[in-house]
C-alpha cells in the first residue's frame, strides 16, 4: 500500500504562484512515476504533470507547459508542483498519483488539494 497526502493548496491572484507536495508513505519503494491531475468544477480530471523515478522525464500537458515544474524528491518521498503565471482556468482540486507498476495507469491517489486562482 502507499498512501499519498497532498499540500500547497491555496487561494491566489493571477499571475501568482504555488507549491504544491504530495508525501508518499507506505511501500514508497514501489513506486514508479508520479503524476499531478487536476479536476475543475463540472470538468473530467485531467492530467497535468509526469516524473519518472529518476526524476528525470517530465511531461506536461499543453495547458501548463513553461508555468508548471514539477520535480521529485525520493529521500523522502515526496513529489512537488511549482505552479507559476496561475490563471483563473487553473482553478481546480489537484491530485498526486503514483504508478507501481501494475501497467500504465495509477494505483494510488491523494485526496486533493484545492487551488484557487482569482481574476
Known amino acids: 500500500q502507499v498512501h499519498l497526502v497532498e499540500s500547497g493548496g491555496g487561494l491566489v491572484q493571477a499571475g501568482g504562484s504555488l507549491r504544491l507536495s504530495c508525501a508518499a508513505s507506505?511501500?514508497?519503494?514501489?513506486?514508479?512515476?508520479m503524476a499531478w491531475f487536476r479536476q475543475a468544477p463540472g470538468k473530467e480530471r485531467e492530467f497535468v504533470a509526469r516524473?519518472?523515478?529518476?526524476?528525470?522525464?517530465?511531461n506536461y500537458a499543453d495547458l501548463v507547459k513553461g508555468r508548471f515544474t514539477v520535480s521529485r524528491d525520493n529521500n523522502p518521498n515526496t513529489v512537488f508542483l511549482q505552479m507559476t503565471n496561475l490563471k483563473p482556468e487553473d482553478t481546480a482540486v489537484y491530485y498526486c498519483?503514483?504508478?507501481?507498476?501494475?501497467?500504465?495507469?495509477?494505483?494510488?491517489w491523494g485526496q486533493g488539494t484545492q487551488v484557487t486562482v482569482s481574476s
Open positions: 507506505g511501500r514508497t519503494f514501489s513506486i514508479y512515476h
Open positions: 498519483a503514483a504508478n507501481l507498476g501494475n501497467g500504465v495507469g495509477y494505483d494510488a
Open positions: 516524473i519518472d523515478r529518476g526524476g528525470g522525464i517530465r
